[in-house]
């Protein structure tokens, strides 16, 4: 059972992040205008939510493959996280967010209230990850120090992330669209409640590219 300390601080992230979207919507439009294959508008569709998908899988795996246990234990500071400590945040959480997700999607749809919706997919991405704005993890998704190998926290975040394609893969789009979810501070619907977990993936695989960048990150 998840507590009540996971159940609050995830949505209302995505809830913080589609309420500040709403109010700079004219300067989400200018990007979404010149944006690359991966980005996604309002109108995404499955295809594009699992190319998502598989845009931040490849950057992690190609941020982490090879990574020494040294490496992936470095820390950048007091305080902050290493490599490995991200990547057991993002295993856990994918989990989590998904089974969140499922339970949203698993109440009746209100297509009458998708007007509601004021967040668009591509202004949900870019409010993630923004690493300007930090938040702390609830106390279930801190990390132990458990990966000390890249490859089984590869592993390990493939095991995770297969049941969420294969769900993404088998849904209906207009059913994703009508599945409407009330956060503190905002509507979200069924399809942004799934691309939350790419983008939380991508939020914290830029976390891991700050610390590839520290000058005192380990050589090997």
Known sequence: MLSLG?????????????????VINNVTRIIEQNAPSVILNQHGNI?????????????LKDDISG???????????EGKWSI?????????????LFEMAKKELGKA??????NEVKSTDQGL?????DRSQKFQAPKELQPTGKYKNSQVAIKDFLAAREP???????????????????YPTGVVDGYQNLLFIAA?????????EEVLADPNFPKK
Not at 165 to 181: C, E, G, M, T, V
């Open 6 to 22: 996971v159940s609050i601080t995830l949505p209302c992230i995505m809830a913080k992040a589609a309420n500040k979207i709403a």
């Open 47 to 59: 295809d594009s939510l699992i190319q998502y998908f598989q845009y931040t899988t490849k950057s």
């Open 67 to 77: 990574l020494s246990e040294a490496q992936l234990q470095f820390s950048p500071g």
């Open 84 to 96: 490995g400590q991200c990547l057991e945040h993002i295993i856990r959480s994918e989990s989590l």
């Open 109 to 114: 749809p209100q297509p009458n209230r998708k």
């Open 125 to 129: 991405i870019n409010m993630m990850t």
């Open 164 to 182: 969420v394609l294969l769900y993404i893969k088998n849904a209906n789009i207009d059913d994703l669209r009508n599945h409407i979810s009330d």
């Open 200 to 208: 939380h993936c991508a939020r914290h695989t830029k976390q891991i």
